[in-house]
């Protein structure tokens, strides 16, 4: 295991925060410095965070959790999964909208200003174990080989690579991003189903855009996009997927409020598509030790699984959620 | 050269501090996190006869200051525990201390006696005071005779070093401390978390599945260092403080109060590295007041 006092050690290499006689790969306590603050679209707000320990190790839809005021109110830490991350710069991003306590303290957050952040933490997706789907993080894989302004190529990989759909509510679009860029080098027809309320609550898709994705935007009240839930554009995609969905078995992922994700589980249970959830419960230390973020597993066996060590993504068919079972 | 130790009816502590139950499960989460080697000695995840699955979640609540939490035991039972959990946390070289929960008293006889066999353990600590199990826990920490039955029960088949941890929810700790200390006990371990509750104004119900829950965090501090305080005055033997650490200054309040170790517990949920900065404030403190041996300064606050 490696700990790392991070508040004194913010910049330095590795090495220096291994401690003796450890072997792990635990997280790291990283005092990390406040690159920017931006406000975006959505009424969400992204900082992006120097932390280049954690930015190193982060895989897509893993979290880490932050210490928003170094003061005993809020107590606990704040968990975030990673709207960004730059291992070559060292920068992680966090994304969030306001709606409670640490969340209202972090919009006085300023350029500059250090945060206890602990992470990379949870198991994040491992796409590269999803058969099919080789999944490489970016910097590894030769440009050439996303297949864009090269038809043929793409509708090579098209033939024989699995679809994957990204499925998203409100903030929940956040930590998708950095998992389609990871595997943008590989997977050729990824599709965003993203909902949220109004346009006003809608988070910028264009990212998704211009890495290639087909985006499709719903709002609940039509003002921007396809009037209607999320859910509803989904049926439309397995409606227009048809008889291929057998031989593709696209793999799906989704990241939202509850309701969706128990929606979008029971609107593909039936199907061959994959899908996989990411989760939230009311979690205390993000690191397993005190068992708070339970989720119930859908083997009665397995008693309750921890969102923290089993999760935050599981595989649809894993989890019972709320109303289930 | 600044000495730290401490030592607990003959267990001797390379420093004071001891990783509470309930945070530490069997060392395997934190073995990732930090060195286990950083504590004094650790007291392992409150563990029953039988497998518990623990309570249906939310199971924890931010609160002021603190947080609620009704996990519920959550533990692979006791031969788990004593076959594989024990023997794996053993190669860390920290006293270990076991948790044990009991629904009766026959089940307290029987975990004593299950681990009486396993090799490596320093203590037992009997909890009567988990708030979030519907059968016994808190009902036998709530009284002073079944306290006192309790730990007579576990008395019977363990001969090792025994604590008792109390709860700060009966409305005389003294004369439960007193009676544990005559059940057989070497050892108090005070306090467990303080019952309480949320409601969610949006649902109107209650946040947490289980209804109520255990506080702990700064906010119950006051209220362990009082019972502290007392029950160090009213019995002979030693004494780990706990409820609502965070710094060194809050370890340093424990001893002064009459503590002769001192327990982490919500607070190394945020800061998993918090016993390595708390060791490291210490010596400083200690070097600053010339202080040789830092036990030296138990319960200052009420000795002459």
């Known amino acids: 295991m490696k700990t790392c006092e991070g508040s004194r050690l913010v910049g330095t290499k590795e090495a220096e925060c291994i401690e003796t006689g450890f072997t792990g790969h635990g997280p790291f306590e990283v005092l990390a410095s406040i690159t920017s603050v931006k406000r975006e679209q959505g009424g969400v707000r992204t900082a992006l965070l120097y932390a280049p320990e ?65 992470g990379p933490l949870g198991n994040g997706l491992q796409v590269d174990r ?47 991003y950095p998992l389609a860029e990871s595997m943008k080098p590989q997977v050729s027809d990824i599709t965003v189903l993203y909902g949220a309320k109004t346009s006003a609550s809608l988070m910028d898709t264009s990212p998704f855009g211009a890495m290639g994705c087909r985006v499709t935007v719903s709002t609940e009240d039509g003002s921007k996009g396809a009037r209607g839930r999320v859910t509803e554009a989904l049926g439309r995609l397995l409606a227009s997927a048809g008889e291929t969905l057998r031989h593709n078995r696209p793999l799906a992922v989704a990241c939202g409020p509850a309701p969706m994700l128990r929606a979008v589980k029971s609107m593909l249970a039936d199907t061959p598509v994959e899908l996989y959830i990411s989760l939230e419960e009311r979690m205390a230390c993000g690191t397993g ?37 | 050269m600044i000495d730290l130790s401490t030592e607990l009816a003959g267990i001797r502590l390379a420093n004071p501090l001891v990783a509470a139950s309930g945070v530490f499960g069997y060392g395997e989460e934190y073995a990732r996190l930090g060195d286990i080697r950083w504590f004094g000695a650790v007291s392992v995840k409150g563990t029953t006869l039988e497998p518990r699955e623990g309570n249906p979640p939310p199971r924890v609540c931010e609160t002021p200051s603190g947080m609620l939490n009704s996990i519920g035991l959550e533990n692979p039972g006791a031969e788990v525990a004593a076959r594989k959990k024990i ?94 200390v005559e059940g057989g006990a070497d050892i108090l371990s005070l306090i467990n978390t303080l019952i309480g509750m949320a409601i969610d104004i949006k649902t109107r119900r209650p946040v947490l599945g289980n209804v109520t829950g255990g506080l702990s965090g700064p906010a119950i501090k006051p209220v362990a260092l009082r019972c502290v305080y007392q029950v160090s005055q009213a019995v002979e033997v030693p004494i780990i403080g706990m409820g609502g650490v965070s710094s060194y200054r809050d370890v340093l309040e424990f001893i002064m109060a009459g503590a002769s170790a001192v327990g982490i517990g919500a607070g190394l949920l945020v800061d998993p590295l918090l016993p390595k900065k708390i060791l490291a404030d210490l010596e400083e403190y200690c070097r600053e007041e010339g202080i040789a041996t830092l036990t030296g300064l138990t319960g200052c606050a009420w000795r002459e």
């Not at chain 1, 107590?75 to 969030?96: H, K, M, N, Q």
């Not at chain 1, 595989?315 to 019972?320: C, D, K, Q, R, S």
């Not at chain 2, 029987?110 to 320093?122: P, T």
């Open chain 2, 87 to 180: 023997p794996w946390l053993r190669q860390f070289g920290v006293p270990i201390i076991v948790n044990i929960s009991g629904n009766t008293y026959e089940e307290f006889s029987e975990l004593g006696a299950i681990f009486s066999d396993v090799e490596g353990i320093s203590a037992l600590e009997v909890n009567v005071s988990c708030p979030n199990v519907a059968s016994g826990g808190l009902t036998f920490g709530m009284d002073a005779r079944s306290s006192y039955r309790a730990t007579l029960s576990v008395r019977k088949t363990w001969k090792g070093p025994l604590i008792v941890k109390l709860t700060p929810n009966s409305p005389d700790i003294v004369s439960i401390a007193r009676a544990a």
């Open chain 1, 54 to 118: 954690i930015a190193r190790r982060a895989k897509p839809m893993q979290f880490v959790q932050v210490k928003v005021v170094p003061l005993t109110d809020p107590f606990l830490r704040r968990p975030f999964g990673f709207s960004r991350i730059s291992p070559d710069e060292g920068i992680i991003g966090i994304t969030w909208a306001t709606v409670g306590k640490g969340t209202s303290l972090m919009a006085g957050w300023h350029e500059g200003d250090t945060v206890s952040v602990l």
């Open chain 1, 289 to 325: 030790l005190c068992r708070g973020c339970a989720v119930k597993a859908a083997s009665p066996r397995r008693g309750y699984l921890h969102v923290c060590t089993d999760g935050p993504v599981f595989p649809a068919g894993e989890v019972l959620l709320g109303g289930e079972g």
């Open chain 1, 130 to 176: 999803i058969s099919g789907i080789a999944c490489t993080p970016p910097e590894n894989a030769p440009e050439q080989h996303t297949g864009r302004g090269n038809p043929s190529r793409s509708m090579e990989q098209r033939s024989k690579g699995r679809s994957v759909w990204l499925i998203a509510g409100g903030t929940g679009l956040a930590p998708l």
